[in-house]
Each structure stands twice: as structure tokens, then as C-alpha cells.
T-cell receptor
Framework: AQSVTQLGSHVSVSEGALVLLRCNYS??????LFWYVQYPNQGLQLLLK??????LVKGINGFEAEFKKSETSFHLTKPSAHMSDAAEYFC???????????FGKGTLLTVNP | DAGVIQSPRHEVTEMGQEVTLRCKPI?????LFWYRQTMMRGLELLIY????????DSGMPEDRFSAKMPNASFSTLKIQPSEPRDSAVYFC???????????????FGPGTRLTVL
């Protein structure tokens, strides 16, 4: 069965600083990987996804993630944090011929002025 | 498009009462998912449907939970009887068939916050 581990339940950065949110996955077959963002009192919104094309994936709001098979990682980055990036971020994995997503526990990003 | 619609947005009930959560997926989406989010367990998939047929209900916690999808535009998640440990945010999501398994974006509704006293 597949699984996702997000390192750090809470990350705090200053406005303008680099954002790095870590995600490692476990899967016996090539995975599809996703990052979702959840703003307070809202549902989840897709940031970006890796579906076996380019390993560097660009998403909305300036975020990107790189799939590294050797490290089983799919870390999310943004060069310069903005106050509006404050939210909870979820990494998710899907494998095989089904539509099930397995989510990590989430990382709460705080952006300080 | 209005997106995935869920109702009610908030529900407060007493232990033992029946609770029904409702979801309207995005028109044309063939898959519908029900998730539960808690602090302790994070986001868990409860059940999902394809073309109104339940495909995998292995995440449904127990017999007190049931889900139906009578048509392509409506689904319900029912808890009977409800218990305090059912308190959580319940999300509905839908996805089209276009990209194939595992690749399609799931579009989430705003969720229903359930509190069982």
C-alpha cells in the first residue's frame, strides 16, 4: 500500500523567504503525486501534480515541486513567501488503476511579516 | 461552474441522532469521493463512487455510516446513530474521467463541520 510522510507539521517563514515543505512517499509502483492547499474554513485546492511527465512540476501561485525517484521525495518550494501563502499544505499519492488518494498529515505554513 | 456544493456547512447534533450530509458534484464528473478530516487522523477516504456505483467503501468506519448516490448530481452520507467521535469535517470531492486513473484533479467542496455533543 502507498503512503505519504510530511516532515514537519508546522513550518514558519518570514515574508520573502524561501518556502520548503517536505514530502516523502512510499509506493511499490510508479506513483502519481499531488500537492493540495487548504485555506482556513475551505476545501482543498490543487496546487500541482506529477503524473510521470516532467520531474519538475510548476503549479499555481509560484509553487513548484520536483519528483526525485532515488530519494522517494516530492518536496514543494516557492522562492519567496507571501502573506497569502499562509495555509495548510497536503501531499498526496495515487497509484495503479484506481482513483484513491492517500494524504499526508499536512503541514501548516505560517508567514511572518 | 459553481464547484462542488455541500450542505449543511455546519451541523451540531446530539449523540444518538441521525445526521445526513449532502453533496452535489460538478456536472459531468464521473467520480465522487467522501473524506473525513480530523486532527488525530488527518484526511481519510471513506468511500467513492463511479457513475453512481460505490466502488470502494473500505474506509467507512462502521455500519453506522452509509452513503448513497441516487443520481449523477446528488450524494448523501448518513450517520445513524451519531457519536461524539464522529465529530469532524466531512468533505465531498469529484473528478472527471478525462485524464485516467490517478491523474485527474479532485475538486473539493467546502466541507461540512459536524459536531456531535
Amino acid at each position: 500500500a502507498q503512503s505519504v510522510t510530511q516532515l514537519g507539521s508546522h513550518v514558519s517563514v518570514s515574508e520573502g523567504a524561501l518556502v520548503l515543505l517536505r514530502c516523502n512517499y512510499s509506493s511499490s509502483v510508479p506513483p502519481y503525486l499531488f500537492w493540495y492547499v487548504q485555506y482556513p474554513n475551505q476545501g482543498l485546492q490543487l496546487l500541482l501534480k506529477y503524473t510521470s511527465a516532467a520531474t519538475l512540476v510548476k503549479g499555481i501561485n509560484g509553487f513548484e515541486a520536483e519528483f526525485k525517484k532515488s530519494e522517494t521525495s516530492f518536496h514543494l518550494t516557492k522562492p519567496s513567501a507571501h502573506m497569502s501563502d499562509a495555509a495548510e499544505y497536503f501531499c498526496a499519492v495515487s497509484v495503479g488503476s484506481n482513483y484513491k488518494l492517500t494524504f499526508g498529515k499536512g503541514t501548516l505554513l505560517t508567514v511572518n511579516p | 461552474d459553481a464547484g462542488v456544493i455541500q450542505s449543511p456547512r455546519h451541523e451540531v447534533t446530539e449523540m444518538g441522532q441521525e445526521v445526513t450530509l449532502r453533496c452535489k458534484p460538478i456536472s459531468g464528473h464521473d467520480y465522487l469521493f467522501w473524506y473525513r478530516q480530523t486532527m488525530m487522523r488527518g484526511l481519510e477516504l471513506l468511500i467513492y463512487f463511479n457513475n453512481n456505483v460505490p466502488i470502494d467503501d473500505s474506509g467507512m468506519p462502521e455500519d453506522r455510516f452509509s452513503a448513497k448516490m441516487p443520481n449523477a448530481s446528488f450524494s448523501t452520507l448518513k450517520i445513524q446513530p451519531s457519536e461524539p467521535r464522529d465529530s469532524a469535517v466531512y468533505f465531498c470531492a469529484s473528478t472527471p474521467l478525462a485524464g485516467g486513473p490517478g491523474t485527474d484533479t479532485q475538486y473539493f467542496g467546502p466541507g461540512t463541520r459536524l459536531t456531535v455533543l
